[in-house]
């Protein structure tokens, strides 16, 4: 059984930075896709990034586009968001999450969520 852990969250100012990383562990680790979501207090989770394990593919949410960056490194089954210029608006539980098939768009597992916030 294949375990998702985040790490890297954390107190940061306005226009900071932080990077988030996501470490599988467990199992057999071959995902189609690691994706990160957020969710803001009394908010609904929202998609924030996705990159294709394989290809590298990558997409954002118009919201973190040209701040932040979804990264993998597959050697060490671990996904990374560099999220830079941070926004109190970025405040949020972010959590890493995969599919291990692109023609299913249910998530095979789920990371327990790290808290960032950003605040001045």
């Known amino acids: 059984q294949v375990q998702l852990v985040e790490s890297g969250g954390g107190l940061v100012q306005p226009g900071g930075s932080l990077k988030l990383s996501c470490t599988a562990s467990g199992g057999t680790f071959s995902p189609y896709c690691m994706d990160w979501f957020r969710q803001a207090p009394g908010k609904k989770r929202v998609f924030v990034a996705s990159i294709t394990w394989s290809a590298g593919q990558i997409s954002y949410a118009d919201a973190v586009k040209g701040r932040f960056s979804i990264s993998r490194d597959a050697a060490k089954n671990t996904g990374h968001l560099q999220m830079d210029n941070l926004k109190p608006d970025d405040t949020a539980v972010y959590f890493c999450?995969?599919?291990?098939?692109?023609?299913?768009?249910?998530?095979?597992?789920w990371g327990q969520g790290t808290q960032v916030t950003v605040s001045s």
């Open positions: 999450a995969v599919r291990n098939y692109g023609f299913r768009f249910e998530y095979d597992y």
